[in-house]
């Protein structure tokens, strides 16, 4: 190429690949939320807003019927010519490519109109001009798969195209509203539903394909270079505009100089905006950089960085020119990067020599914030740095505390830990390393910095525990770092199941309340303390079952916040979770905490299942329980599933493998813990009097619910009731069962001859006893264990 006289070889493509901007993704997003805003409107709200545009039309519609055909003519023919103007300025520009996506758009744009409860009906477009011409344009300009067309092919030309012809074309098309009003006409509700879908699916395809970068302004960077004293004589691409910057190594006529050119396009780094903003609504405000408001000045921030860092003598790089283009481009030009990356020369420089580099840059306040290995560089014994696009002058202590923490990770994996930690005590002192290794955790140390380390995890672990051994801290509590922790965010989703399975019972508050002026107060009380010992219960069982070896006031405290886990997972997983972590925190492994929670459920498996079969028995005599017994028909087909289950486990492979490998193991544990169990047997009265009081207490809470609206069944009924509805709604995918629950539980006593009126109420009371009055205490009793780290 040629520039002011001067003939500049460039080899290597210029051509840009396509990429997806941020701006295509905003334009889909706000695409699909106009497409739902015309749907919803159309639905609900149409029938006003035909009298809205009426009302306009009558104010606006100053026209004669004479001029108003005119311009209803001359718009209808600039609508008609308009797709095939747009298709023929594409094929002028030479944008091949763009062909098959343009006539992608046209079709899904006018099929996804045409589809109807009897099939696809096609367009009736005719150009029969017999009739009137303003009349045959109608069909165009009144269609909506038209009009859809036009807006999905000038959505997906759009990035090809210049931005004033996009302009006058877009306004063009969105002219339609105006000129219906002006004729006094109303606009029809599918031409807006055409020119919503056509945007959504110009949007998508171009989000699909992606879009191209602008033409390179090459010329303008060469004379920009020219103004600082290097005249270009030639060009190489390194790399191509894609997700970073167009990379070109630029040469004078001076044999030794070199510059790097590095050309940032509008779109090339367009999604940084949105992760600065992630990051700013993610981390907490000292955690993060001012944000940067264009591309411009990222490239000059960086620039700037690398000259004050330069003048420290610690820059590898060395600015040479930083200017705005023409078009969007941005022109950041420097020295070509000056020794070799640290990982090809760590016998070369010494592990304290890096973090003496870095004390220096933190003693003028400076954070780099992108520690790479490839970033630090050894020239002649001297230790450099580069990058720069994460620098930071007047940094915060939290910028600094990290730079120290990517150090660690990255000299640990370098070197090794116990020199990286000595070393960085040697640099920082012995406090401000222990304060930085806070950060030694996946969420403060950066992705790009863990990603340029083997095994990423095992290095913080090593890095983390030879800064608890040279320091001789007991612990390193993980440094909150973000606005909002996983403990919260599990918090909030178990908040939102509440909400969801507490739904149906405040549904039916109003009827309950107004039962409950009939109950008599005492069994209601009796069944409330009940329901409490049932946690106590509970408490001494898992208390037995790990050996004694928490408190057990704090485990008893445990199982009400373990209620409000339970109920608010399916299955009541939240709760062996959380049972399974109170355990580790108070001093057992986590294979023992495990161990321990498994003998307790498998205990309580076993009482009851033998409760459920004595209490059957002495309810057999005096009860017909045959409401609870399936027929024969169900008890034969329940029989062959299960012969056929075992069956298909015992002849393939694959399930065979699988029950040696993951289930025969645990069977096995389960079976030697209960082995072992027997022969303590004061051990195993207690875990047994405790699972049999955690049944039996449910069952006598149910039984004093239905004594308090004047109930006269037996104890022994409702501890069937309570045993066989509790196992048939087990299964139920709700949390907590609700619903099944209470519809098992209702059946059940219906099937003993309680009426409804007694029930229902006794049922709902026994709820609110043993199940939501524990959840709502549970939330704050949960947050006071976590407060106080036993959780």
Not at 535 to 550: I, M, Q, S, T
Not at 701 to 730: H, K, P, Q, R
Request: aromatic content about 8%.
């Amino acid at each position: 190429m040629r520039v002011d006289g001067r003939d500049i070889t460039v080899t290597g493509s210029l051509l840009q690949p396509l990429t997806r901007r941020t701006n295509d993704i905003l334009r889909l997003a706000l695409a699909a939320v106009f497409l739902a805003t015309v749907i919803t409107s159309s639905l609900i709200t149409r029938y006003e807003w035909v009298a809205l545009e009426r009302s306009i039309s009558e104010i606006v519609g100053v026209l004669t019927p004479t001029q108003s055909n005119l311009v209803y003519l001359a718009y209808g023919i600039a609508i008609l010519a308009l797709p095939f103007v747009i298709l023929v300025s594409l094929i002028l520009s030479r944008q091949w490519k763009l062909l098959g996506a343009y006539a992608a758009a046209g079709l899904i744009a006018i099929l996804s109109l045409s589809i109807t409860g009897n099939g696809v009906a096609a367009p009736q477009w005719h150009f029969d001009l017999n009739d009137r011409l303003d009349t045959q344009l109608s069909q165009f300009l009144d269609d909506p798969r038209w009009i859809a067309m036009l807006a999905a092919v000038l959505t997906v030309s759009g990035p090809w195209l210049s931005r004033r012809l996009r302009r006058w074309w877009w306004t063009l098309l969105l002219a339609f509203v105006p000129i219906h009003l002006v004729v006094s006409a109303v606009v029809p509700a599918r031409s807006l539903l055409g020119l919503a879908v056509g945007w959504f699916v110009g949007a998508l395809i171009v989000w699909v394909v992606g879009t191209p970068a602008l033409e390179v302004p090459l010329d303008g960077a060469l004379r920009a270079m020219a103004r600082r004293g290097f005249a270009v004589s030639a060009l190489t691409v390194v790399r191509p505009a894609g997700a970073g910057p167009l990379l070109l190594t630029a040469e004078s006529h001076d044999p030794d100089a070199t510059a790097v050119v590095e050309l940032y396009g509008p779109n090339q780094r367009s999604g940084g905006a949105v992760r600065q903003v992630w990051r700013k609504l993610r981390f907490r405000t000292d955690e993060t950089a001012p944000l940067q408001t264009s591309m411009r000045r990222a490239v000059e921030h960086r620039a700037l960085m690398a000259i004050a860092i330069g003048d420290l003598g610690l820059a590898s790089t060395s600015t040479m020119s930083v200017a705005a283009l023409d078009r969007g481009w941005t022109l950041y030009a420097h020295n070509p990067k000056r020794g070799a990356p640290l990982d090809s020369c760590t016998d070369e420089a010494t592990v304290g020599r890096v973090w003496r580099a870095l004390r220096t840059l933190h003693d003028h306040q400076i954070a780099h914030g992108d520690l790479r290995a490839k970033e630090i560089t050894v020239d002649d014994g001297a230790v450099l740095f580069g990058g720069f696009g994460n620098a930071e002058y007047g940094a915060t202590d939290a910028q600094l505390q990290s730079d120290i923490a990517q150090l660690l990770v990255t000299t640990t994996a370098l070197y090794d830990a116990p020199s990286a930690v000595s070393a960085a005590i040697a640099a920082f002192g012995r406090d401000t390393v222990l304060t930085a290794s806070r950060r030694l955790t996946k969420s403060a140390v950066p992705g790009r910095v863990r990603d340029a380390v083997d095994q990423p995890k095992e290095v913080l672990a090593q890095a983390r525990d030879e800064v608890m051994h040279q320091t001789g801290a007991d612990q390193i509590q993980a440094e909150t770092i973000t606005r909002f922790t996983r403990t919260q965010i599990i918090q909030l989703v178990l908040l939102g199941a509440l909400v969801y399975v507490a739904y149906p019972f405040i549904s039916t508050v109003p009827t309950f309340f107004s039962e409950l002026r009939t109950a008599n107060w005492w069994w209601a009380l009796l069944g409330l303390t009940v329901s409490a010992l049932t946690y106590v219960g509970a408490a001494a069982a898992l208390w037995a079952c790990a050996d004694g070896l928490v408190s057990f006031r704090n485990l008893a405290i445990m199982q009400v916040a373990n209620t409000f886990a339970a109920t608010t997972t399916p299955a009541g997983v939240g709760g062996l979770a959380l049972s399974t972590r109170f355990l580790q925190k108070g001093g057992l492994s986590t294979m023992r905490a495990t161990a321990a929670v498994a003998l307790q459920q498998s205990v309580q498996v076993i009482v009851h299942v033998a409760l459920l079969i004595f209490f059957s028995t002495v309810a057999g005599a005096s009860a017909d329980l045959s409401h609870f017994v399936p027929d024969a028909t169900v008890l034969y087909l329940i029989a062959g599933v299960a012969l056929g289950l075992v069956g298909a486990f015992l002849a393939v492979p694959k399930l065979r493998r699988w029950l040696a490998s993951a289930i025969r193991p645990k069977l096995k544990e389960v079976t030697s813990d209960l082995i072992k169990l027997a022969r303590e047997p004061k051990r195993l009265g207690l875990i047994v009097l405790g699972a049999a009081g955690t049944t039996l207490g449910a069952a006598l809470a149910l039984w004093a619910s239905v004594e308090a609206f004047g109930g006269d069944t037996s104890f022994v009924t409702v501890t069937v009731v309570t045993m066989i509805g509790g196992t048939l709604a087990s299964a139920a995918p709700t949390p907590g069962g609700v619903g099944a629950v209470e519809a098992a539980l209702i059946g059940g006593l219906a099937a003993f001859g309680v009426p409804a009126a007694i029930g229902v109420p006794a049922v709902l009371l026994y709820r609110v006893l043993t199940c939501w009055l524990p959840v709502f205490i549970g939330w704050p009793v949960m947050r006071w264990l976590t407060e106080n780290e036993m959780i």
